[in-house]
């Protein structure tokens, strides 16, 4: 039997319609906000004031995910853009010449570890390498502003735990400096008034690390190791309003998930507060320079053995957290 033609004429109508929409948000079905997850990107861009979050896993080997999601004004949004494939444990960090976030590698899926470079201009990715000679996932890059170029160090490249400096200013180069232990799941940050990386903790084959280091052209070890205070998969911001180095959460020596809250002055680690988050590890942590606060999301707890994914969303305001609670109109 023929379909009558006013049928005909809406099936073609919605699609030309569907065909036409912009693809700057897609509500997902259930609620409209990111779902657990460890193992993400979480970093604030300042040029669009919007906080961006990409891929992770929501699962003890798990696919990797390949959503991005943009936070601002007070609210989640679902970006329906081509990007990187699914992944998580990036590396990544703003340009603040290019006014663009740079993510570089990562783990994919099938056990791949990925070594090319995407950037996120507030709109769209764009691939700026699809290869490159530093291979790693749970590896940190950070943004130096008085040298214009992005430092990275160590991780893993699927056969090794790398100890190799490298920098980017249009491709990438080792640097043949004395370097800090070979270590993945550690966290740097960039002291953007002092102008040095401060680099803390990780994990290597056989241990863990307490150490901290600074970066201001070479490498020097400022602090540690200190006894029963390694740290990995934690996460570290630098609040430039406070002028602090702040970090959160992670797993010590006795595989207990953390939920301490610290700083690091003068090479030396000391407990802020101990509430907010729950004991979580492999979570985004970032600090909004617009909003002069630092942003939590997801990460893995620990819970009868089972390894679980987190989805609340938290705020430091620089003395005490405060969880973000969804609107009604986020589910």
Not at 23 to 30: I, R
Not at 55 to 78: F, N, P, Q
Not at 273 to 302: V, W
Request: hydrophobic share 30%.
């Amino acid at each position: 039997m023929n379909k009558p033609k006013t049928t005909i004429f809406c099936i073609q109508f919605l699609s030309l319609a569907m065909f036409f929409l912009p693809l700057s948000e897609t509500k997902a079905q259930g609620a409209v906000r990111p779902e657990a997850r460890w193992g993400h990107v979480l970093i604030h861009d300042p040029t669009n004031n919007q906080i961006l979050l990409f891929g992770g896993t929501t699962a003890r080997g798990g696919k990797y995910l390949d959503d991005t999601w943009i936070w601002e004004k007070d609210k989640w949004s679902k970006l329906s853009v081509a990007g990187p494939e699914s992944r998580g444990f990036c590396a990544v960090t703003f340009h603040e010449e290019r006014e663009t976030v740079i993510l570089h590698g990562g783990r994919g899926n099938e056990g791949v570890t990925y070594s090319d470079l995407w950037e996120w201009d507030g709109k769209g990715w764009t691939q700026l390498e699809k290869e490159s000679p530093y291979k790693a996932d749970h590896h940190q890059i950070v943004y130096l502003g008085g040298q214009k170029m992005i430092l990275g160090f160590g991780g893993w490249n699927g056969s090794e735990v790398l100890g190799d400096t490298w920098t980017w200013s249009g491709d990438w180069k080792k640097l043949d400096v004395p370097s800090p232990p070979n270590r993945a799941s550690h966290s740097v940050t960039y002291d953007r008034d002092a102008q040095k990386v401060i680099l803390y903790g990780g994990l290597w084959i056989n241990g863990q690390y307490a150490d901290i280091w600074e970066f201001d052209g070479k490498w020097s070890q400022v602090g540690g190791p200190y006894e029963n205070s390694s740290l990995d998969h934690y996460n570290m911001i630098y609040d430039s309003e406070r002028k602090q180095i702040v970090g959160f959460g992670g797993k010590n020596y006795r595989y207990n998930f953390q939920r301490n809250t610290f700083k690091i002055v003068e090479g030396k680690v000391t407990t802020i507060a101990s509430d907010g988050p729950s004991g979580r590890h492999s979570f985004g942590f970032t600090f909004d320079r617009n909003q002069k606060e630092g942003f939590l999301f997801g990460g893995k707890e620990y819970v009868n053995e089972e390894q679980l994914p987190l989805g609340d969303f938290w705020k430091w305001n620089g003395e005490k957290w405060v969880q973000i609670t969804p609107s009604e109109e986020d589910y």
